[in-house]
């Protein structure tokens, strides 16, 4: 039998707080724009918090990652500071970009957050170019670039994933399959039952897995993670989950079947894994309850601070075009 | 072997190897500096006309890289590896193929500094060779620069000389943001005067080749070659014709054209790229906003004819503009009214 690598009882408890930060933050946000307080353009990743949070289990600081649109579950589980992603979601001049790239472009260097970009299919070129970085620098880094099933059928994908098999990058390719490419469900645009059979074509690992099973994830990741750290090359694994929204807030859903979600929204990963601790003796409810209590109190904080702050002023127009000023 | 060739004279170089010396000297100073591309190694024969020829065998292929032909990845990777510290110079080998990298420069390239509010730039230079002459028709010649000067965040340079590629480049490469960077195909291997070892043309800086008082042409790539005969003519018909080189398309020098415009009164802007909304329109707004109560005559824009390039040899000479249609263009310039 296969060694599969488990997450200790520390890691696991990690992995949770995460996962219980990304919820919280999704509630928090469809709240927030409820209330009318915050104006903003908002794909709630609800349902897919195990992915990232077992993928920045295996992580460093110094690991990189690019994200999309979708991603404020892969910010959060890499570490981007709540009042920064608020202030940034809110526009202002104490987000993670001055305000200027706003819910879609979120970029924090300081947590390996390189680019979150707003074109589906775009972080996974990206991605090995900063892997070909880590590889001519030997910095033993390695870098996710994290995407949706529907990018799987955008040119970026190939072309990508055939350039990382050939220079043999230290990137890892993540797929978030959650069923729905916007409004249109996997099958009927998808060639493959599953999209790690395209691993093949390239010449890499393509790993089918359950995203939504906290262990099955786990191994997953660390597996990929050391082959890239020690020069083995790419890995690209399709992550198993299911969006519990529609495509962006607001958007109705009536496409998507209303029994699948129900029976999704009921294997909810996160009071899953919750009760996985509890019954493991790893954690008590009442350190749980503390860990949402303080989670929720941080939230409450970078809501205020980033409502609080100020926008950018309107020279802000003319810098971060260029490293020089454009004059007005 | 170097791509500087054997019949070069004392002193002089072409564009090919102008821009062959300008990739070795900043490979050799900066170890950041990053060449990849399609064909591009030794192993190719250093680029289809080899351009990069002997780079891969000097500074070997971890930092000359063969790309498969997937224009996407080429510009994503050197995006990327911009980001984490490098200098990478991308090769998209004819401009026509950047259509299909146009999400990687436009989207991403162009726009990182300004969307992640200054926290990252991406220092890159895209390389790419186009021009008509070469009987290569419809989808291997176009002039797009037009395109990229409309996008906020990518600068355009555009050399027509030798020591212009050489120092265009340094200063590409030196600029902490992404810089395209068009070579003109058929021109390549006119020689000229060669730049000294190390030296910089600042990007945004137009070049006067000829003073006159009559007119301004402005012109820039292989419209140079068309224009230079022209100057003499209209010298004949006793008329004083300024030519400048734009040699930067974005950001255009405003200050030498306008100046000059302002002394001669009369602008003729020539391109290779179709006329409708190319570079010349942009020229031709500011001179009319700028200089409205002293232009002689109205602005005149010479360029492409508005069709794809076609491939049969008398279409293909006449598609973009000549000698002759310069000097006649000029000469309605300075007709009375």
């Known amino acids: ?328 | 072997m170097s791509a500087r060739g054997s019949a070069l004279a004392e002193g002089k170089s072409n564009i090919l190897s102008s821009v062959n010396a300008a990739l070795a000297d900043a490979m050799r100073e900066d170890e950041t500096v990053l060449v990849l591309g399609e064909d591009i190694g030794d192993a190719e024969e250093g680029g289809v006309v080899g351009v990069t020829r002997g780079l891969s065998s000097e500074f070997g292929d971890h930092r000359v890289r063969t790309t498969p032909i997937s224009e996407q990845a080429i510009v994503g990777a050197a995006i990327g590896a911009s980001l984490a510290g490098f200098k990478p110079v991308a090769e998209i080998m004819l401009m026509n193929f950047s259509t299909v990298a146009m999400d990687m420069i436009v989207n991403h390239a162009a726009k990182l500094r300004f969307m992640s509010g200054g926290q990252t730039n991406v220092p890159i230079v895209i390389r790419t060779m186009t021009g008509t002459g070469f009987g290569s028709g419809g989808q291997h010649c176009d002039y797009l620069e037009a395109w990229f000067a409309h996008t906020a965040g990518i600068k355009v340079v555009i050399p027509s000389s030798p020591a212009d590629a050489y120092g265009l480049m340094r200063s590409a490469i030196d600029d902490p943001d992404p810089v395209l960077f068009i070579e003109n195909l058929p021109t390549y291997w006119n020689q000229d005067d060669a730049a000294p070892p190390g030296c910089r043309v600042p990007i945004g800086k137009a070049n006067i080749l000829a003073e006159g008082s009559d007119v301004t042409i402005l012109a820039y790539a292989r419209m140079i070659q068309e224009a230079k005969p022209a100057l003499a003519r209209l010298a004949e018909e006793g008329v004083s014709a300024e030519l400048i080189d734009l040699r930067t398309i974005a950001p255009w020098d405003r200050e030498t054209v306008l100046a000059s415009v302002a002394r001669t009164g009369r602008l003729l802007i020539v391109h290779e790229a179709v006329t409708p909304f190319g570079a010349g329109a942009e020229i031709a707004a500011v001179v009319n906003e700028q200089l409205f109560g002293r232009l002689k005559a109205p602005v005149r824009r010479l360029g492409g004819a508005f069709c794809p390039v076609p491939f049969s040899k008398p279409l293909e000479t006449a598609f973009a503009p000549r000698t002759d249609d310069i000097v006649g263009a000029a000469r309605a310039l300075l007709q009375p009214a």
């Open chain 1, 1 to 328: 039998m296969t060694y599969l690598p488990a997450p200790d009882s520390e890691t696991q408890l990690a992995i949770y707080r995460r996962m219980a930060l990304i919820k919280a933050n999704d509630e928090r946000s469809r709240k927030v724009i409820r209330s009318g307080r915050l104006v903003m353009p908002y794909y709630s990743p609800r349902g897919q918090e195990v992915i990232p949070s077992a993928m920045s289990a295996c992580l460093t600081d110094e690991d990189y990652i690019c994200t999309i649109y979708r991603g404020t579950h892969d910010m959060l589980a890499k570490g981007v500071p709540l009042r920064d992603l608020w202030a940034e979601l809110a526009g202002r001049v104490t987000g993670t970009c001055k305000g200027k790239g706003g819910p879609m472009h979120i970029t924090h260097p300081r947590s390996g957050v390189m680019i979150t970009t707003g074109i589906v299919g775009s972080s996974m070129p990206i991605a090995n170019g900063l892997a070909w970085a880590s590889q001519l620098k030997g910095d033993g880094r390695v870098t996710i670039a994290y995407f949706g099933d529907g990018a799987s059928n955008i040119g970026a994908f190939h072309e990508s994933l055939n350039l990382a098999s050939v220079w043999k990058l230290p990137v890892i390719f993540v797929c978030q399959n959650n069923e729905w490419a916007e409004h249109t469900a996997y099958a009927k645009c998808t060639s493959v039952d599953q999209i790690a059979k395209r691993g093949a074509a390239y010449g890499m690992p393509g790993v089918h897995v359950d995203g939504n099973d906290v262990f099955a994830m786990y191994a997953a990741a660390k597996t990929a993670v050391d082959r890239a750290r020690c020069g083995e090359g790419p890995t690209l694994i399709e992550a198993m989950t299911y969006r519990f929204h529609g495509h962006v807030f607001g958007d109705a859903d009536g496409y998507m079947d209303k029994a699948r979600k129900e029976r999704a929204m009921a294997e909810d990963p996160v009071p899953r894994f919750r009760d996985h601790l509890i019954a493991a003796g790893i954690a008590g409810e009442e350190e749980l309850v503390s860990l949402e209590t303080e989670i929720e109190g941080l939230l409450d904080d970078a809501v205020e601070f980033a409502l609080a702050s100020d926008f950018p002023g309107l020279e802000e127009l003319g810098k971060d075009v260029f490293a020089e000023d454009v004059p007005a």
